[in-house]
């Protein structure tokens, strides 16, 4: 019988991050020199804190069916993480639904509020799941281009001119992939304000907020007044800062009724997330000692984050790029390098993994072909000897192009 997807397939396409880690894998095990910085996942080890207590859920024997919405213990842990990162905020348990990982929550809100006839604006460049999964809720996304002089961000100006009767929510991702920009807590204000004012649902994406680079986790709607938690799914996880990206552990907060429903759609999926990795995700989001491996892995991303910032400075003077501010991505754009080739993200991408063995995720992944994504969540060596390659190979392309240098 002839396969023919369905409807529900439409709009699908798969993951471009994920095929472009896959085939750096491929040539890595083909025994090329392929150095990837498209991955978007830490480097680090799981704290061996969480990796035991996971160790232990299992010989304690649990392996059976998990409560649907989570564990209490890993309720009550992140709540009280998510409390303290926002100056004792209380932060209640019961709102807290936990998944297979943050996309899962991801779908379990846009597949709860959004449908048919809906729209969902997202700022552009963005992650390149959120306009699948509103596709596969049957709502339309509308992608709304960031201002490259405000680190590709939205205002609510911008938000206003792509807001219709139609429009039903919005994805906020602070800090952002693929950019590294960080929405103030002024900013995120504004937009929480504009949303209210219209009825629009926020999801505010917050998976990286541990990943910041100013004093502390970086501003988040837990920051602001009580009325904006009752039109806002946040989403967590233990994935980035803790480095359990393959534990699938992720949450979302939201109003009563609305865990409710997807508590309820969960049961008809997965039923509940992985029951020991539950118990890891409890001790890393309680534990001081796990706390502290954060601490040093954030450090790292710092590290790495003004090494590129400064080579990119000195070495690179003609590349623009948004200085992250937090996350593990540097964005920076192309088609200036060679001004009247037509060079796009794509086609740089493709050359430096040809040429010079180094991954990288075009932009049009995520919207804006024009740039290009590098995640820094390598080695200090990896991250320098990658520089070179790129150094090396911009200067081939302005030597091939003179005129257009």
Same mark, same amino acid.
């Given at each position: 019988?002839?396969?023919?997807?369905?409807?529900?397939?439409?709009?699908?396409?798969?993951?471009?991050?994920v095929?472009?880690?896959?085939?750096a894998?491929?040539?890595?095990?083909? /025994?090329?020199?392929?150095?990837?910085?498209?991955?978007?996942?830490?480097?680090?080890?799981? &704290?061996?804190?969480?990796?035991?207590?996971?160790?232990?859920?299992?010989?304690?024997? #649990?392996?059976r069916?998990?409560?649907?919405?989570?564990?209490?213990e890993?309720?009550?842990?992140?709540?009280? =993480?998510?409390?303290?990162?926002?100056?004792?905020?209380p932060?209640? &348990?019961?709102?807290?639904?936990?998944?297979?990982?943050? #996309? *899962?929550?991801?779908? @379990?809100?846009?597949?709860?509020?959004? /449908?048919? /006839?809906?729209?969902?604006?997202?700022?552009?460049?963005?992650?390149?799941? !959120?306009? *699948?999964?509103?596709?596969?809720?049957?709502? =339309?996304?509308?992608?709304?281009?960031?201002?490259?002089?405000?680190?590709?961000?939205?205002s609510?100006?911008?938000?206003?001119?792509?807001?219709?009767?139609?429009?039903?929510g919005?994805?906020?991702?602070?800090?952002c @992939?693929?950019?590294?920009a960080? !929405?103030?807590?002024?900013?995120?204000?504004?937009?929480?304000? %504009?949303?209210?004012?219209?009825?629009?649902?926020?999801?505010?994406?917050?998976? !990286?907020r541990?990943?910041?680079?100013?004093?502390?986790?970086?501003?988040?709607?837990?920051?602001?007044?009580?009325?904006?938690?009752?039109r806002?799914?946040?989403?967590?996880?233990?994935? #980035?800062?803790?480095?359990?990206?393959g %534990?699938?552990i992720?949450?979302?907060?939201?109003?009563?009724?609305?865990?409710?429903?997807?508590?309820?759609?969960? $049961?008809? $999926? $997965?039923?509940?997330?992985n +029951?020991?990795?539950?118990?890891?995700?409890?001790?890393?989001?309680?534990?001081?000692?796990?706390?502290?491996?954060?601490?040093?892995?954030?450090?790292?991303?710092?590290?790495?984050?003004?090494?590129?910032?400064?080579?990119?400075?000195?070495?690179?003077?003609?590349?623009?790029?948004?200085?992250? +501010?937090?996350?593990?991505?540097?964005f920076f754009?192309?088609?200036?390098?060679?001004?009247?080739?037509?060079l796009?993200?794509?086609?740089?991408?493709?050359?430096?993994?040809?040429?010079?063995?180094?991954?990288?995720?075009?932009?049009?992944?995520?919207?804006?072909?024009?740039?290009v994504r590098?995640?820094?969540?390598?080695?200090?060596?990896?991250?320098?000897?990658a520089?070179?390659?790129?150094?090396?190979?911009?200067? #081939?392309?302005?030597?091939?192009?003179?005129?257009?240098?």
């Open positions: 019988m002839r396969f023919t997807p369905s409807a529900n397939l439409t709009h699908l396409k798969a993951s471009e991050t095929a472009i880690s896959n085939e894998k491929r040539r890595k095990a083909a /025994g090329e020199d392929v150095l990837d910085l498209g991955v978007g996942e830490p480097d680090f080890d799981t &704290p061996k804190l969480v990796a035991e207590a996971g160790v232990a859920a299992i010989q304690a024997g #649990k392996t069916y998990p409560p649907n919405v989570g564990i209490p890993l309720r009550r842990a992140m709540a009280a =993480t998510l409390s303290s990162w926002s100056k004792g905020r932060v209640d &348990p019961e709102r807290v639904m936990v998944s297979s990982g943050s #996309k *899962q929550s991801l779908f @379990n809100a846009c597949f709860t509020l959004f /449908g048919p /006839g809906d729209e969902v604006l997202i700022p552009s460049p963005a992650w390149v799941s !959120y306009p *699948q999964i509103v596709h596969l809720c049957r709502a =339309t996304p509308v992608m709304v281009p960031g201002d490259p002089e405000w680190g590709l961000k939205v609510v100006a911008d938000l206003e001119k792509f807001r219709t009767p139609a429009t039903r919005m994805i906020l991702c602070s800090p @992939n693929p950019t590294g960080v !929405y103030t807590l002024a900013e995120l204000r504004a937009i929480t304000e %504009w949303a209210g004012q219209h009825g629009i649902w926020l999801i505010s994406d917050e998976i !990286y541990r990943i910041s680079y100013g004093a502390g986790p970086a501003p988040s709607v837990f920051d602001l007044d009580d009325d904006v938690l009752d806002t799914v946040v989403i967590a996880g233990a994935s #980035k800062a803790y480095a359990m990206t %534990w699938r992720g949450a979302a907060y939201a109003p009563p009724e609305v865990v409710k429903a997807m508590a309820a759609l969960q $049961t008809h $999926t $997965t039923t509940g997330a +029951h020991p990795a539950m118990w890891a995700a409890a001790t890393a989001f309680s534990s001081a000692e796990v706390e502290a491996d954060v601490v040093a892995m954030v450090s790292a991303f710092r590290r790495r984050r003004d090494y590129l910032v400064a080579r990119f400075t000195a070495q690179l003077p003609g590349v623009e790029f948004v200085e992250p +501010h937090g996350a593990f991505y540097l754009r192309v088609d200036g390098i060679a001004p009247d080739t037509g796009t993200g794509t086609r740089f991408c493709e050359r430096l993994m040809l040429e010079e063995g180094v991954a990288l995720v075009p932009g049009g992944a995520f919207g804006d072909d024009r740039w590098l995640s820094y969540s390598v080695s200090d060596s990896e991250l320098e000897a520089c070179d390659r790129i150094e090396r190979f911009v200067a #081939k392309l302005m030597a091939e192009h003179p005129a257009s240098a």
